[in-house]
């Protein structure tokens, strides 16, 4: 077996030992993703996915041109809205391994006060169903997300030629001109990925996507 092989976990049944909750945004909510990510740490090891919904956190799009020329998700905290993705119980090293995948993201633990969660599945769950995490992680982009420059309002998120569209309006460069297919392949050459990104900052296009507390303690 070449990769991890990957299961929907019954909403019954109890997590694996050792594992937390890592709730995905963008591809890593792709079973695929995650099992070419992963399958290297245990080729014949297994996955274990569920879906959730999440309250208080939209998507929007990262304030970064990703290398391989396509703009990516990223969750932001609200104080309204739900996200319906898929969550994966990860032990430590897969939590880790994950991380170096990432570069432009931080993993970041938040608590289901703020952000209530419930596993979907099968709507009769019986009164000793497993509780619900206190808390569960959750990649936040370092780069914020794409905002607004006088509403500061968080572009929702969207199609790639709609984001590139946007783009282009604000910042009116030639890479971004033509169709989204074309774009991509543009921006993931040279240095243009880098030198949007530094375009977007420096027009002020992004916003923080997570605040954080005076302790530097994640909302």
Not at 14 to 35: D, E, F, Y
Not at 63 to 71: E, P
Not at 80 to 96: F, N
Not at 134 to 162: K, M, N, W
């Amino acid at each position: 077996m070449s990769a991890s092989v990957v299961v929907e976990r019954d909403p019954q049944s109890a997590p694996p030992p050792g594992t937390r909750l890592v709730v995905a945004v963008g591809s890593n909510a792709a079973p695929s993703v995650l099992r070419r990510k992963l399958g290297h740490l245990d080729p014949a090891g297994v996955l274990h996915l569920t879906r959730v919904r999440v309250a208080n956190i939209t998507v929007g799009h990262s304030a970064h041109v990703a290398a391989r020329g396509y703009v990516p998700a990223a969750p932001v905290r609200t104080g309204h809205g739900t996200l319906e993705t898929v969550a994966a119980w990860l032990s430590p090293p897969q939590s880790e391994a994950l991380d170096l995948t990432e570069p432009n993201y931080d993993r970041r633990t938040v608590n289901t006060h703020d952000h209530p969660l419930i596993f979907l599945g099968d709507p009769r769950l019986p009164a000793d169903a497993p509780a619900t995490p206190d808390e569960f992680d959750i990649y936040v982009s370092r780069h914020g997300v794409l905002a607004d420059p006088a509403t500061r309002a968080p572009l929702p998120f969207g199609s790639q030629a709609g984001v590139f569209g946007w783009l282009q309006r604000h910042l009116d460069d030639p890479a971004l001109h033509g169709a989204a297919a074309e774009v991509c392949a543009r921006l993931a050459t040279g240095d243009h990925a880098a030198r949007v990104t530094g375009l977007i900052n420096d027009a002020r296009l992004s916003r923080s996507a997570w605040p954080v507390d005076a302790r530097g303690v994640v909302a």
